[in-house]
T-cell receptor
């Protein structure tokens, strides 16, 4: 089983629908992230969380919300999906790293979302 | 100026050649640098990380960091068709609590 699991892996929905992407991990990491990937734009950070009570916006948080239900679970919601939210979404985890230096990310397999 | 910049490519090299991938970053105080490989439709996987100036070698891969010039590169020796993928540079920018990614360089290794 994957250490970082995302569900669903693929989803097609319509404009205006609410969508939740879920992420769970067995790596025991406190830090969890949601990134979005669009062709030619690399990975862009949506939200991140360093523990259950610590939620932070990334560079493209508008139109998204998150919930950290437990150390191992971090969900991303689109309250009212729009077509330009069509993308590949990745959940990732990390440990604290050395002396505050941002450490390696471990990625889930991705959730491909299409908004019609 | 983007915070982490990569040439989008494609970079095309013949099998057996050395592929050189480059990445520049804007924040001089950045401390951690990562190279990820990503096959189409798959998740990124870590190839190398480097924290100190100089070279770091791991098998066919060498990461090179020059903090004074604010660039990090990845050399792939004896390139194989299986190395054909997009290579993402990621940087731990000062004051940022998450890695910042470049847009990636697509590498094509021609048999």
């Amino acid at each position: 089983d994957a250490d970082v699991t995302q569900t669903p892996r693929n989803r097609i929905t319509k404009t205006g629908k609410r969508i939740m992407l879920e992420c769970s991990q067995t790596k025991g990491h406190d830090r969890m992230y949601w990134y979005r990937q669009d062709p030619g734009l690399g990975l862009r950070l949506i939200y991140y969380s360093f523990d259950v009570k610590d939620i932070n916006k990334g560079e493209i948080s508008d139109g998204y919300s998150v919930s950290r239900q437990a150390q191992a679970k971090f969900s991303l919601s689109l309250e009212s999906a729009i077509p330009n939210q069509t993308a590949l979404y990745f959940c990732a985890t990390s440990d604290p790293g050395l002396a505050g230096i941002t450490g390696e990310l471990f990625f889930g397999e991705g959730s491909r979302l299409t908004v019609l | 100026q983007k915070e982490v910049e990569q040439n989008s490519g494609p970079l095309s090299v013949p099998e057996g050649a050395i592929a050189s991938l480059n990445c520049t970053y804007s924040d001089r105080g950045s401390q951690s640098f990562f190279w990820y490989r990503q096959y189409s439709g798959k998740s990124p996987e870590l190839i190398m990380f480097i924290y100190s100036n100089g070279d770091k070698e791991d098998g066919r891969f060498t990461a090179q960091l020059n903090k004074a010039s604010q660039y990090v590169s990845l050399l792939i020796r004896d390139s194989q068709p299986s190395d054909s993928a997009t290579y993402l540079c990621a940087v731990g920018l000062t004051g940022r609590r998450a890695l910042t990614f470049g847009s990636g360089t697509r590498l094509q290794v021609q048999p």
